[in-house]
């Protein structure tokens, strides 16, 4: 690699590091639990959860929703645009939609929110600003954010979504731990590959 292009990686990657350790020293997890138990509270109803995002977090929802599933909480993904095109046909009052944005002032999820809320779903909100738009429509806010994103002209997000993943891996876990999800259940969710093989004594 050229110097400067050395030099780029390097602070990426002390960035991403510094990132990493300060948002788990923050990581609230009152807002997690929080998160938790709105959606058991639509689980008790018979909701279910939907994840949607715009660009780039809305790949992470697409992972998020495929993790969730994995792991004990049936989920689907909302496309974020095609929301507003049918797709919110797919929601049921009383589910939970898990909207992800860095800003939190994104115009096409401001039109995605709106559409779940007329749909009668509540809304758990990921993003990196709290006083945004989308936390103050959000039952439950949950904060991913950084102030160094690691690359040049700090404009892509590149830690931001680590951070969003690692919010969203963390309710996994929670939500996991609370079904009890053993691993003759999981292997039925996931019976290919090592992942699915039931090790011995289980």
């Known amino acids: 690699m050229k110097a400067e292009s050395t030099r780029a990686v390097g602070h990426f990657l002390t960035a991403a590091r510094a990132e990493f350790d300060t948002y788990l020293d923050g990581l609230d997890l009152t807002a997690l639990d929080a998160a938790v138990r709105l959606i058991h509270q639509a689980q008790d109803r018979g909701g279910r959860v939907h994840v949607t995002g715009i660009g780039k977090p809305g790949h992470v929802s697409g992972y998020a929703a495929s993790l969730l599933s994995s792991t004990g909480t049936p989920t689907y993904f909302l496309h974020g645009t095609e929301a507003v095109h049918g797709s919110c046909g797919q ?64 404009r892509a997000p590149r830690n931001s979504i680590l951070a969003e993943t690692l919010m969203l891996q963390a309710l996994s876990v929670a939500l996991q731990a609370d079904c009890g999800q053993t691993p003759q259940q999981y292997v039925r969710c996931h019976p290919g590959g090592k992942l699915g093989e039931i090790r011995k004594g289980e």
């Open 91 to 154: 929601l049921v009052a009383g589910d939970v939609v898990i909207c992800i944005s860095n800003s939190g002032e994104t115009a096409e999820l401001k039109a995605t929110v709106l559409a779940v809320r007329n749909n009668g779903c509540k809304i758990i909100g990921v993003t990196g600003n709290p006083d945004s738009w989308l936390a103050g429509q959000s039952d439950v806010h949950l904060f991913a954010g950084v102030k160094d994103e690691g690359g040049p002209l700090n």
